[in-house]
């Protein structure tokens, strides 16, 4: 935001707004994401409203899936409908950048994945609740925050794995790695609780004594 407002959108003002805006755009992915600048051509406007619809939903995921504002009563729902758009937005923008890299076909097909993936969880999370399924919707909404958090995951394992190998060379697999083992670890949760709460139901009543 503030090279595309002090490179793009601000030196750019006076040959009016819808210059000023594309400036904005593309100053910004080139002065403050040069590493995605190749974008710009093709869906540098997509990329650029995928990183600020992104950025809030990095932001504002972990708030709302914690147990201190869901105890906020009404909080927690306006906040849930607030993100729905977010996460939207986020999710089907990453589609067309993702097809837009110089990478394999099956490493741009994570990407992809995992941002229809991210939809599709926040899309059912909607429809457990709206069914009044608050267990169901609970869960949902963890995957769908498991699977935000896939941004986070591809910024920790860059830098790390450059550490031993080119970019060249595990870029393409991180379209995978950045999510794939966040939702299993969800599943592993869900499969978790599901036994806890068999053997609870199942469990004979215990005596004061036991």
């Known amino acids: 935001m503030p090279p595309g407002l002090y490179f793009g959108f601000f030196p750019s003002l006076d040959q009016g707004l819808s210059v000023a805006a594309w400036q904005f755009v593309e100053q910004g992915i080139r002065e403050g994401a040069r590493h995605v600048a190749y974008h710009i051509e093709n869906v540098g406007t997509t990329l650029a409203v995928h990183m600020v619809f992104g950025g809030l939903a990095v932001i504002l995921i972990p708030l709302q899936v914690s147990r201190w504002w869901r105890r906020r009563g009404t909080s927690h729902k306006t906040l849930g409908w607030v993100l ?5 937005i986020s999710a089907l923008t990453t589609i067309p950048i993702s097809f837009n890299m ?3 076909l099956w490493s741009e097909t994570g990407f992809a994945l ?3 993936n991210w939809f599709a969880a926040l899309a059912i999370g909607i429809q457990a609740i709206l069914a009044g399924d608050v267990e169901r919707h609970r869960r949902w909404m963890i995957m769908m925050a498991a699977l935000s958090f896939g941004a986070v995951s591809f910024r920790l394992q860059l830098p790390i794995l450059r550490i031993w190998f080119e970019e060249e060379t595990v870029f393409p697999y991180i379209g995978w790695s950045c999510w794939v083992p966040n939702v299993l670890i969800v599943m592993w ?3 978790r609780e599901k036994l806890r709460g068999g053997q609870t139901l199942s469990a004979p009543a215990a005596t004061p004594a036991e």
């Open 84 to 88: 729905v758009p977010v996460v939207t």
């Open 102 to 104: 110089d990478w394999p």
């Open 114 to 116: 995992g941002a229809f």
């Open 189 to 191: 949760w869900w499969r």
